[in-house]
């Protein structure tokens, strides 16, 4: 994913000629035993579910790709062994609505809505990137268009991916878009800072990638897709692209972009639209080193993912670990409608599939009572 301050053309072009310096490696989570913690497995007494959202009873699993996974990506694998505290998530991600009325409480601007600083973005770049024209250097975000004709090479986005000055939250497909009559979709546009400024409003916190993938497992140990392991049962259980991408959707699960939340079923644990629709943010680092480095650190309890972000295809990025998948996701491109599926994205940028849903933690729910 671009970052929110790179000109998009420049960006390709760069990055492929210069490599990454940095360290990869990941810090490892410690393993503790069962005699070593206790894990919140029931609401606690006298703790009450907050509006809009569902416990998630503590549990363990298999964090990764199960093995008959056979759209399954390198990343996604190995699997490890995975223990977390119950908590509390959202029902479905952040809507229009909601985030309407976190602006509306603070006065908040969104990344994309901000005046581009050049001196703040040449910070982030390689050295010696050439500043484009004024007239490009101004707030905008991501916005997807479909192509003409196939695409004989999927691994090159910006076929399909373009820079939209005046693209936000309240205009999720450039400024002629609006999100009127749309309150029960959910929010777009969001870059990092943005979901956790809501958060903060709202007492919640992004959840770890582990808290995501072990909620929508349902308690399917083994399952590829939240609904079992029947693709045949995609288009009636998620908003994903039918037909060729990035040229035809069928729309066969009935829309084209974004759909209201909740239009279809739930989970096992009763979260919606954790398949498909929108990508949703987490709090951890992206690091294709960390699957592997603790895949025999025996038991993580509570992890929190890599302790720094790395990727050698986008080495300058500071990436977060995005999941579900989203309106995009086909199986000739992405296939991220799967439980163990996970992308990276750089933390200042948003896009128009992109959103995010909160979590009441142990430590906050603990807090409050």
């Not at 503790?32 to 569902?54: A, C, Q, W």
């Not at 750089?346 to 409050?368: C, I, N, P, W």
Request: proline fraction near 7%; include cysteine; aromatic fraction near 14%.
């Amino acid at each position: 994913m671009m970052a929110r301050y790179c000109f998009y053309p420049i960006f390709i072009m760069v990055l492929p000629i210069i490599g990454c310096k940095q360290n990869s490696k990941a810090k490892l989570e410690l393993p503790l035993s069962k005699s070593e913690v206790e894990l919140i497995t029931s609401l606690p007494s006298g703790v009450e579910v907050p509006n809009g959202m569902i416990w998630i009873s503590g549990g363990e699993f298999y964090q990764g790709a199960v093995e008959q996974d056979t759209m399954a990506m390198a990343h996604e694998r190995p699997r490890h062994k995975v223990a977390v505290d119950g908590f509390f998530m959202d029902e479905h991600p952040v809507t229009n609505e909601q985030f309407s009325k976190f602006v509306k409480a603070t006065g908040y601007v969104t990344v994309a809505e901000r005046k581009i600083e050049w001196e703040e973005m040449r910070k982030q770049l390689p050295p010696n990137t050439p500043k484009p024209h004024d007239s490009i250097l101004q707030p905008g975000a991501l916005v997807f268009k479909k192509t003409k004709t196939s695409v004989p090479n999927l691994y090159d986005y910006s076929q399909w991916w373009q820079w939209k000055i005046g693209a936000d939250w309240r205009h999720p497909n450039g400024p002629d878009s609006s999100i009127e009559e749309k309150d029960d979709h959910p929010v777009v546009q969001i870059a990092y800072e943005d979901a956790l400024a809501y958060c903060e409003w709202a007492g919640r916190r992004l959840p770890t990638e582990a808290e995501w993938e072990y909620a929508a497992r349902g308690g399917q140990e083994e399952a590829v897709f939240f609904w079992g392991n029947d693709f045949g049962r995609l288009s009636v259980q998620a908003n994903t692209w039918e037909g060729e991408f990035p040229v035809n959707n069928t729309l066969e699960d009935g829309f084209e972009l974004r759909a209201p939340v909740k239009s279809y079923p739930p989970n096992q644990f009763g979260l919606y639209d954790m398949a498909g629709n929108v990508w949703e943010w987490t709090s951890d680092w992206y690091n294709t080193t960390y699957y592997p480095e603790v895949a025999s650190a025996g038991t993580l309890v509570n992890p929190k993912g890599a302790d720094k972000a790395f990727d050698p295809n986008n080495p300058f990025q500071q990436e977060k670990v995005i999941k579900g998948g989203s309106f995009l996701c086909s199986d000739s491109y992405c296939a991220s409608y799967r439980i163990s599926a996970r992308m990276a994205t750089s933390m200042d940028s948003g896009a128009e599939h992109l959103g995010f849903r909160t979590v009441l933690g142990k430590q906050q729910y603990l807090k409050s009572n």
